[in-house]
């Protein structure tokens, strides 16, 4: 199974967008093994979000990733309508929508149907994101290919991530309270949230993907 994360920009931020693939431990695949990064980009400034949808159908309709592959979008600010544009897509895979939040604790919201072109609707906290990706690293259970096309500025994005406290008390975590972007380590932490989560139904023959 291949999980994409897709987190959606705005006019000056990119959208970005992570595949990783479920490795598992037995032919059975019953035993998860470990997560790989198998593609990480970036979308260009300016693209449409037409355009976008379109780049997503390009991706999950691949003849490696058809019929074996979920999405995974930020559905925070101005995800909802273009989660409505991809689920009109009928992209042919399940699509979850996480709005993320600062708050303590995730949830669902609400499901149009799972499986193929269901949407799922999601409540994520940052802090749940960016750890769960945190602890994936830190254990080794993610791999991360250096040939990759942007792992460079990946690495940049993980490097510059930090937590702060506003006046207020707020705490907020990421790069770009310092001037940085962190659209790919948000597509890559979306991807990784629903690699680690069940997958519903059987697991299909896994393929690399290179």
């Known amino acids: ?35 790989a990064l198998r593609r990480i980009e970036r979308v260009p400034l300016g693209t449409s979000y037409p355009q976008v949808v379109e780049r997503v159908r390009a991706i999950v309709q691949h003849p490696v990733l058809r019929g074996k592959c979920s999405l995974t979008v930020d559905a925070t600010g101005v995800g909802n309508p273009v989660v409505d544009m991809l689920g009109a897509a009928r992209l042919g ?10 708050a303590e604790r995730g949830q669902q ?9 269901g949407i799922t609707r999601w409540s994520v906290p940052k802090r749940d994101l960016i750890a769960g990706l945190e602890v994936l690293l830190e254990r080794g259970e993610l791999r991360i290919a250096r040939r990759l096309k942007d792992v460079g500025s ?13 006046a207020t008390g707020k705490i907020r975590i990421g790069a770009e309270a310092h001037g940085e972007h962190d659209d790919l380590v948000i597509a890559l932490a979306l991807a990784c949230w629903r690699a680690k ?12 993907w290179y």
């Not at 990119?14 to 998860?32: F, G, M, N």
């Open 1 to 35: 199974m291949f999980c994409v994360g897709l987190d959606l920009g705005q006019r000056r931020d990119y959208t970005a967008i992570a595949i990783v693939e479920r490795r598992y431990k037995d032919d059975e695949q019953r035993t998860l093994h470990n997560l």
């Open 154 to 166: 990946l690495i940049k994005e993980l490097m510059d991530m930090r937590s702060s406290t506003s």
């Open 93 to 102: 895979c399940e699509i979850n929508a996480v709005t993320i939040t600062g």
């Open 197 to 208: 989560r069940p997958v519903n139904g059987p697991v299909p023959g896994l393929r690399l």
């Open 109 to 117: 919201n609400s499901n149009s149907g799972l499986g193929s072109g």
